[in-house]
């Protein structure tokens, strides 16, 4: 059982979730067709109506993919939504022979955007706090933003190897190596979860420099970023408080955590204590025995 000080964590949802839930979608949505949109919250969906008419309304979706901790629905338009969950956003598809098997009733006390298909399917859009949105635009224009063109290698891609993540943290010498894993310039989609968790499999303390690092521990860390990552899709990603995939179910990575969440349990390798402190700005979980 967490803490009580763990169960106050906040945290963005990070590849795995957002990986979760656009596969999720990716099942369930190409060929349908958009016949409706209603949003109570217009910062949440800022779109010209002319564009959603012409744009959204009547397309089809034709496949739904990820980069970073971003969400992209391609249409046949040649224009595509891109979505951000931000700190509390939830993506729920329900179909109406699936409408019973849902966890939760939709629309719910959250709920702020709904998409209606011709087909009677519903995709809802939850978000709590009200930080993440979703924007029409022409799909050439998508890999033009900001943030995702100044993002990094996707971590499980081969980009992302011993080579370049060397090359960066000799940039970034003086800096605690967790923040250098957080910069997504740097790394996509990882945040405060597997940070945690990969650098507790690499033996490395979160607080260390990234200057620091020997080529083994480099190598070791690069590798238990993918490891862990990858485990964490496997099991539907991380749930404490807001995320749920794509049909509102609930990941189960967090029953497996090394670290994260278990501030004062005994750590899964050598019985000590699992601490917690600040790194970053985040709260970071660690082991003092097993991390140096």
Not at 167 to 193: D, S, T
Not at 218 to 240: Q, T
Request: glycine share 8%; aromatic share 8%; with cysteine.
């Amino acid at each position: 059982m967490p803490f009580a000080d763990d169960r106050k964590d906040q945290n963005m949802p990070e590849l795995p979730e957002v990986q979760t839930i656009a596969a999720g979608l990716n099942k369930y949505l190409p060929n349908l067709q958009f016949a409706a949109v209603s949003c109570d919250t217009p910062k949440l969906f800022p779109n010209d109506p002319d564009l959603v008419n012409m744009h959204l309304l009547g397309s089809q979706v034709r496949q739904v993919s990820r980069r970073g901790k971003a969400i992209i629905i391609d249409l046949n338009t040649g224009y595509s939504l891109v979505i951000h969950l931000k700190m509390t956003g939830q993506l729920i598809f329900v179909s109406p022979e699936m409408r019973d098997k849902i966890p939760e009733q939709m629309p719910g006390r959250f709920t702020h955007i709904i998409f209606a298909f011709t087909d009677g399917s519903h995709l809802y859009f939850n978000d709590q706090r009200k930080f993440g949105w979703i924007k029409l635009m022409p799909a050439e224009e998508v890999w033009e933003l900001k943030f995702l063109k100044e993002m990094g290698p996707e971590p499980l891609m081969e980009a992302f190897n011993e080579k370049y993540f060397a090359e960066k943290l000799k940039r970034r010498q003086m800096a605690p190596i967790k923040a250098v894993i957080l910069e997504q310039k740097v790394v996509a989609g990882v945040g405060n979860i597997y940070a945690d968790e990969s650098l507790f499999l690499s033996g490395i303390l979160p607080s260390r420099s990234a200057g620091s690092l020997k080529p083994k521990e480099v190598k070791a860390l690069c590798a238990n970023i993918k490891k862990v990552l990858a485990y964490s899709i496997e099991l539907g990603g991380s749930s404490r408080k807001d995320y749920v995939n794509a049909i509102g179910q609930k990941g189960d990575y967090l029953d497996e955590a090394y670290v994260y969440g278990r501030t004062g349990q005994p750590c899964r390798h050598c019985d000590s204590p699992i601490e917690k402190t600040k790194v970053a700005g985040r709260g970071t979980h660690f082991c003092r025995h097993c991390q140096k």
